[in-house]
C-alpha cells in the first residue's frame, strides 16, 4: 500500500464546475501537509499548505482530518489555467524535511 | 529570478555512460533534496542533504551518488546509466520542515 494515496483521475470538467479532490496517507506521525500542482513536463510548485482547522486560498479550500488521515482540495469556479496535476503531499517528520508525494490526481478544465 | 537551478535541463547519454546533473540555488537553505520522476508518477526522494549530512533513502540504487561541495550546489552522479533511470529529476531546497521549492528539473534520455 501506498503510503499517500490519491485518484489519479483524469477528472474532466467544464468551466465555472467546482471539483474535489482526496487523499489518504497511512502514517499517523505525518506531521505536514501539502498540496503541490505540477503542469506538464514542469516541477511541482506550493499551492498552499493544508491546516488542520482547514484554510482557504481564494477559490482553493483544504481541509485536513487527522482521524481519518485524509486531505482534501476543494476548486470552485474552475478555470481553464486550473487544467494540471494535483499532488496530495504529507512531511513525516519535523525533523528531517522529507515530503511524501501521492501520484497525483490530473485535472483538465475544458471550455 | 530564479532561485533553484538546474543544469542541465535535458540530458541525453549512451547506456553505461556517467553522467553529472548539477543543482545550484540562491536561497541559502540548508537542505537539497533529489528526486526521481517518472512518467506519470509521484516524485521519488533519492536522498538529501542536511547541510553536509548526506541522507540515502534505502532504496536508492548504489549506481546514484551525490556531492554537496557548498551550501549552493548539489550534484547527482549516475554512474552507469540504465535504460530504467531515464526519467525527470528534480532537485529541491528547504529550511527544515519549511517548503520544498523545486528547480525546473532535468530530462535525463538513455540511449
Known amino acids: 500500500r501506498k503510503e499517500v494515496e490519491q485518484d489519479p483521475g483524469p477528472f474532466n470538467v467544464p468551466e465555472g464546475a467546482t471539483v474535489a479532490f482526496n487523499c489518504t496517507y497511512s502514517?499517523?506521525?505525518?506531521?505536514?501537509f501539502f498540496w503541490y500542482r505540477q503542469d506538464c513536463r514542469k516541477e511541482p510548485k506550493l499551492l498552499m499548505s493544508v491546516y488542520s482547522s482547514g484554510n482557504e486560498d481564494g477559490r482553493f479550500t483544504a481541509q485536513l482530518n487527522r482521524a481519518s488521515q485524509y486531505i482534501s482540495l476543494l476548486i470552485r469556479d474552475s478555470k481553464l489555467s486550473d487544467s494540471a496535476t494535483y499532488l496530495c503531499?504529507?512531511?513525516?517528520?519535523?525533523?528531517?524535511?522529507?515530503?511524501?508525494f501521492g501520484q497525483g490526481t490530473t485535472l483538465q478544465v475544458k471550455p | 529570478d530564479a532561485m533553484v537551478i538546474q543544469n542541465p535541463r535535458y540530458q541525453v547519454t549512451q547506456f553505461g555512460k556517467p553522467v553529472t546533473l548539477s543543482c545550484s540555488q540562491t536561497?541559502?537553505?540548508?537542505?537539497m533534496y533529489w528526486y526521481q520522476q517518472k512518467s506519470s508518477q509521484a516524485p521519488k526522494l533519492l536522498f538529501h542533504y542536511y547541510d553536509k549530512d548526506f541522507n540515502n533513502e534505502a532504496d536508492t540504487p548504489d549506481n546514484f551518488q551525490s556531492r554537496r561541495p557548498n551550501t549552493s550546489f548539489c550534484f547527482l552522479d549516475i554512474r552507469s546509466p540504465g535504460l530504467g533511470d531515464a526519467a525527470m529529476y528534480l532537485c529541491?531546497?528547504?529550511?527544515?520542515?519549511?517548503?520544498?521549492?523545486f528547480g525546473p528539473g532535468t530530462r535525463l534520455t538513455v540511449l
Open positions: 503531499v504529507v512531511g513525516r517528520s519535523s525533523n528531517t524535511g522529507k515530503l511524501i
Open positions: 502514517n499517523s506521525a505525518s506531521q505536514s
Open positions: 536561497l541559502n537553505h540548508n537542505v
Open positions: 529541491a531546497t528547504s529550511r527544515v520542515s519549511d517548503t520544498q521549492y
